[in-house]
């Protein structure tokens, strides 16, 4: 039976005047912490929930995170995260083994429903005009290896896409740089 064409929609990114605004909007070290991990690794919310702790690899700034599928695959993040990450592990008081715990007892693990809520008490401090939300990051990631000029091949292992198809949607994006790549070599 022939595979059923379904239309794929072109993922909405933040430009990095957003990241720099919500950066500033940040009022903890854990919301700062989330969204750099969030902005750096391209992990899908589900995958920032179930991280662990001793998941982290502080020497290589990487993490093995369980995917979809219980798919586990290695992510790296940037000095600027680790810095942050450190920072709010340093404030924290409890002895639970996730890496993101809500703010109010009992201590837990923050449920994906808590971490979206932080994402967007983030957003409407930052006054966006855009819908600020974790996936929204994740586009933001896969933009960025992108216009970074990393290989086709390394991004699906980056983003932790099964399917090459999955990756090349994102080769539709950025006008400015299909408009900079016409001028090259046009």
């Known amino acids: 039976m022939p595979e059923i064409q379904t239309e794929k929609r072109i993922p909405k990114f933040l430009i990095e005047e957003d990241v720099i605004q919500l950066k500033i909007s940040c ?4 919301e700062r912490a989330l969204l750099e ?6 992990c899908r919310v589900g995958e920032v929930q179930k991280i662990n702790i001793e998941d982290i690899d502080w020497e290589h700034c990487s993490a093995i995170v369980n995917g979809k599928g219980s798919k586990q695959r290695e ?14 592990l340093g404030d924290r008081q409890d002895s639970c083994k996730a890496l ?8 837990r693990r923050m449920a994906i429903p808590t971490i979206r809520c932080t994402v967007k008490k983030m957003a409407s401090r930052g006054e966006f005009s855009v819908n600020v939300y974790p996936h929204r990051f994740r586009h933001t990631f ?9 290989p086709f091949s390394s991004r699906g292992c980056l983003v932790g896409h099964e399917k090459a198809s999955t990756t090349q949607i994102y080769a ?7 408009k900079e790549l016409y001028r090259r070599y046009f």
């Open 27 to 30: 009022l903890s070290n854990r």
């Open 37 to 42: 991990f969030l902005y750096c690794t391209g």
């Open 75 to 88: 992510i790296y993040f940037t000095t600027e995260c680790k810095l942050w990450l450190k920072r709010y």
């Open 100 to 107: 993101f715990v809500t703010e109010t007892y009992p201590i």
């Open 142 to 150: 896969a933009c960025q290896l992108l216009d970074n000029g990393v």
């Open 172 to 178: 539709q994006l950025r006008g400015e740089r299909r």
